[in-house]
């Protein structure tokens, strides 16, 4: 085989900082780039074959481009960049034979959006070898569609968006529903954005996950009865009068005061008053917990004992909930304490180890140059 260069793609997990399950129903999220990430190594092939590896995981997977490609469950994690190449075919982009390396630093599992962060890389690195000025919007929707379709979760733009236009030390506010962003700057201060990882597999995020958009949807269709909004997130708590399931009014509950509170985090963050964001944080965690009901006892205990130590601003889960992550706004003074004493009292709860990361807000998908060119 003729021996080709290895080029190198990096594509970051995400960190959703308030606006939880709003995605979908068409709100403003407001997520940040990690620098925990993805990586991949691409090398070409000289035959029609895709290879597909993974340092953390044994499966190693082969196909011929002029397969048909469908989910299947004995493929694990290469469903996700099988679904990519599936769709990037089926819509006449080029695809190489190539071979894929991935190794990642995200905790898997964790509700920092691997699954995304690999649909990006792979279609960046894929399209990358054919196509440039790839439109990062553009492939944030069609990696939505592919896990939408092929995989089987109806996600909404966020995770994919945010691993595609990633930018350090920002936030992006997005509207979910016309696609329209704006950067907002992150000046932490001396405080700290702490990554809790409750090390408890998501077992029923996408039954869960599927259950709580078919909720949302009921919501919208009554309240659109007498009301001409697109989307859930467009409704006022007036509204809530009208829904007279229990279950579906907390539903709804949540996405409107959700959205409330994504436009006071971002005005707080522009007058840096930490203390109000740090509030909305602990809020969002109550309406998850309480009205969309995601959260579950590891989310629980992680996010209220952060709540009451010293330090600590605001801590809340991010992410699709049902296990996974919490967040935290803590002083650099007091995170070895905080570390210390969140994981005696997590484990004395829970019986589980939970795993405490400092995170760092980083760019979006791209290439990683090499540096000694």
Not at 192 to 203: E, H
């Amino acid at each position: 085989m003729t021996k080709h260069m290895t080029k190198t793609y990096f594509a970051p997990g995400r960190v959703n900082l308030i606006g939880e399950h709003l995605d979908y129903n068409g709100g403003l999220v407001f997520p940040a780039a990690l620098t925990m990430g993805i990586t991949a190594t691409f090398n070409k092939r000289d035959d029609n074959k895709i290879v597909l590896s993974s340092a953390t995981h044994a499966l190693r997977k082969e196909v011929d481009l002029s397969d048909a490609l469908a989910y299947d469950a004995k493929n694990e994690w290469t469903n996700y960049p099988l679904g990519i190449v599936h769709q990037l075919k089926k819509e006449g982009h080029f695809v190489p034979g190539c071979e894929i390396h991935y190794s990642s630093t995200l905790p898997e599992g964790s509700a920092l959006s691997s699954s995304a962060a690999i649909e990006v890389l792979t279609a960046y690195l894929l399209l990358s070898q054919s196509e440039t000025n790839i439109n990062l919007s553009w492939l944030s929707n069609f990696c939505k569609q592919v896990e939408n379709e092929f995989i089987g979760v109806q996600c909404g733009i966020m995770d994919q968006f945010a691993v595609a236009l990633g930018k350090a030390n920002n936030a992006i506010l997005l509207n979910c529903s016309t696609l329209d962003y704006q950067y907002v700057p992150i000046e932490l201060n001396h405080y700290k954005l702490l990554i809790l990882d409750t090390k408890k597999p998501r077992s029923l995020i996408h039954s869960k996950y599927n259950e709580r958009k078919s909720e949302s949807d009921e919501a919208l269709r009554i309240l659109q009865t007498t009301s001409d909004i697109q989307n859930l997130a467009e409704a006022n708590m007036s509204a809530l009068e009208l829904i007279t399931d229990e279950v579906i009014k907390r539903r709804a509950r949540h996405v409107i005061t959700e959205s409330l509170r994504v436009k006071e985090t971002v005005k707080s963050l522009r007058f840096n008053d930490l203390s109000t964001f740090g509030r909305l944080l602990n809020a969002s965690h109550a309406s998850l917990k309480n009205d969309y009901e995601v959260t579950g006892k590891e989310l629980d205990v992680l996010a209220e004992e952060a709540q009451k130590l010293k330090g600590c601003l605001g801590a809340r889960m991010t992410g699709g909930g049902f296990g996974g992550c919490a967040i935290a706004l803590v002083h650099e003074d007091a995170i070895n304490e905080f570390k210390h004493v969140l994981e005696y009292k997590y484990q004395a709860a829970t019986g589980l180890k939970c795993a405490i990361y400092e995170s760092e807000i980083g760019d979006g998908v791209g290439e990683k140059k090499n540096e000694n060119h």
